[in-house]
């Protein structure tokens, strides 16, 4: 499932050929989502795109006849294509510009969503994103923030990092890779975590994300940017995908455990 900065990278890349531009033209496939698309997005058609934004894993369109939110699921990923070009399979919604040029959104699974909402309303009242908890990017997230959202949590850690309440976007890859960079173990309580600890983790997140995000995200198995490139942070990871691979730090043979029915990578002797 695309992550925080793999939805970044998506949105960067096209938010190039989105902005100032008008739609044209707007395609809605046959098969659903898992929200059926609205007959609605056709609204946009004559509209000129004003800006994007994203909020967790979520893209935000903003134009002149509305908004377009925008979830990438498990599978799902937007693209930048010739207009004539041919759609291919499981291609559900694209826009067409006036620049002769269209972004797709692609997705086998069919988990990712794509809704429109009304001039007069606020993208942001969405319920999945009014929901949400704090981006962890922002200046806004700190070690107080942190801790205040795991204080009551009595399950682990790692799964703490994964709820969205706590803090959005980590998700699975990072959440491993932020635990082993912190020396925490993925089992400890997450209301064990001291402030210290919460300092370290606030800044490890905002790290590894940032730098995910400067190569272009992490492809294991089919993500890639609106570009068609790969996301080439799969190099940095430290513990995930490595069970039983010896640990870079101290030579120790990381483990696989699963967490939530997630799987959570570690190295036992420096997450003791």
Same mark, same amino acid.
């Given at each position: ?6 939805v ?26 898992? +929200?059926?698309m609205?007959?609605?997005? $056709? ?26 939110i ?10 930048? +294509?010739?207009?004539?070009? =041919? ?28 809704? *429109? ?6 993208? *942001? @009242?969405?319920?999945?994103? $009014? ?19 795991? $204080?009551?949590? $009595? ?14 976007? +980590?998700?699975?890859? *990072? ?20 402030? @210290?600890?919460? @300092? ?5 997140i905002?790290?590894?994300?940032? =730098? ?35 640990c ?9 455990i ?15």
């Open positions: 499932m695309p992550e925080l900065p793999e970044e990278v998506t949105k960067r890349g096209v938010e190039k050929v989105l902005v100032n531009h008008k739609i044209e033209d707007v395609f809605i496939g046959k098969l659903s989502l898992r +929200v059926p609205s007959d609605d997005l $056709k609204k946009l058609i004559g509209a000129t795109v004003i800006k994007l934004e994203r909020r967790s894993k979520y893209i935000i369109v903003f134009t002149t006849q509305g908004s377009i925008i979830h990438l699921g498990m599978t799902g990923h937007l693209s930048i +294509v010739d207009s004539d070009s =041919e759609r291919i399979l499981h291609d559900h919604f694209e826009l067409k510009l006036d620049s002769h040029t269209s972004v797709r959104y692609n997705d086998a699974r069919r988990f990712g969503l794509v809704a *429109y909402v009304a001039p007069n309303e606020d993208p *942001y @009242e969405y319920k999945p994103l $009014k929901e949400l908890g704090p981006e962890p990017l922002l200046d806004s997230f700190t070690a107080e923030v942190l801790l205040n959202n795991l $204080k009551r949590r $009595k399950l682990s850690i790692k799964q703490a990092l994964l709820n969205s309440a706590v803090v959005v976007g +980590v998700g699975n890859i *990072y959440a491993s890779e932020v635990l082993f960079a912190c020396k925490i173990n993925p089992c400890r309580l997450a209301n064990t975590i001291s402030k @210290e600890e919460a @300092e370290l983790l606030v800044t490890e905002k790290r590894i994300l940032t =730098e995910s995000i400067a190569q272009g995200g992490t492809t294991i198995r089919d993500f890639e940017g609106a570009d068609g490139k790969l996301g080439y942070f799969v190099q940095n990871l430290q513990v995930y995908g490595h069970c039983d691979e010896p870079k730090v101290c030579g120790t043979k990381i483990k696989r699963v967490q939530g029915n997630r799987s959570t990578f570690f190295c036992p002797n420096c997450q003791k």
